[in-house]
T-cell receptor, first 111, second 109 residues
Framework: NAGVTQTPKFQVLKTGQSMTLQCAQDMNHEYMSWYRQDPGMGLRLIHYSVGAGITDQGEVPNGYNVSRSTTEDFPLRLLSAAPSQTSVYFC??????????FGSGTRLTVV | DAKTTQPTSMDCAEGRAANLPCNHSTISGNEYVYWYRQIHSQGPQYIIHGLKNNETNEMASLIITEDRKSSTLILPHATLRDTAVYYCIVRDNTDKLIFGTGTRLQVFP
């Protein structure tokens, strides 16, 4: 039981490049979310999903796309990276009524 | 926006109980209160949650007032490893978790 797995752990992108942050969970959780955390700040919700095929926007969705084709996977796509997207990204999953389990994060730097 | 208000920081002596307050005066009847903590830059860790009754697990106790407008997380015997940022979150009926700024708890020897 691996929990929530995020890849890569570290990434450096050039402005304008695109990439996908991967998130997978093996707990059969319905709910999955993506957060970003800027230095010294709290977590802000980017996108979330309540089940396969269903996604919705969070607090800061601009510049990011998500899809949920399977229960296990919830990739986050950066369409055209900008320095303002330099952050630590956390993925989390949960069953209804339970606490969310968070991944260990992806540290992204956009130069 | 986060629906909770917490003190920015607190100190606690090692071995003593740490009592972390949270105000959630606009909470609705079916919304749960969740507590998480984040140590350094790790992913947040779930601690405990409750609706209206007090809850206890191996990590902490959660005391929710009768009117549900506030709650207190209790770490009964704080250790240095409990130094972290503690987040109190109201989980709404869409199951979104919206984090606030949390309380930075410093446990000192």
């Amino acid at each position: 039981n691996a929990g929530v797995t995020q890849t890569p752990k570290f990434q450096v992108l050039k402005t304008g490049q695109s990439m996908t942050l991967q998130c997978a969970q093996d707990m059969n959780h319905e709910y999955m979310s993506w957060y970003r955390q800027d230095p010294g700040m709290g977590l802000r919700l980017i996108h979330y999903s309540v089940g396969a095929g269903i996604t919705d926007q969070g607090e800061v969705p601009n510049g990011y796309n998500v899809s949920r084709s399977t229960t296990e996977d919830f990739p986050l796509r950066l369409l055209s990276a900008a320095p303002s997207q330099t952050s630590v990204y956390f993925c989390a999953s949960s069953s209804y009524g339970d606490g969310y389990t968070f991944g260990s994060g992806t540290r992204l730097t956009v130069v | 926006d986060a629906k909770t208000t917490q003190p920015t920081s607190m100190d606690c002596a090692e071995g003593r109980a740490a009592n972390l307050p949270c105000n959630h005066s606009t909470i609705s009847g079916n919304e749960y209160v969740y507590w998480y903590r984040q140590i350094h830059s790790q992913g947040p860790q779930y601690i405990i949650h409750g609706l209206k009754n007090n809850e206890t697990n191996e990590m902490a106790s959660l005391i929710i007032t009768e009117d549900r407008k506030s709650s207190t997380l209790i770490l009964p015997h704080a250790t240095l490893r409990d130094t972290a940022v503690y987040y109190c979150i109201v989980r709404d009926n869409t199951d979104k978790l919206i984090f606030g700024t949390g309380t930075r708890l410093q446990v000192f020897p």
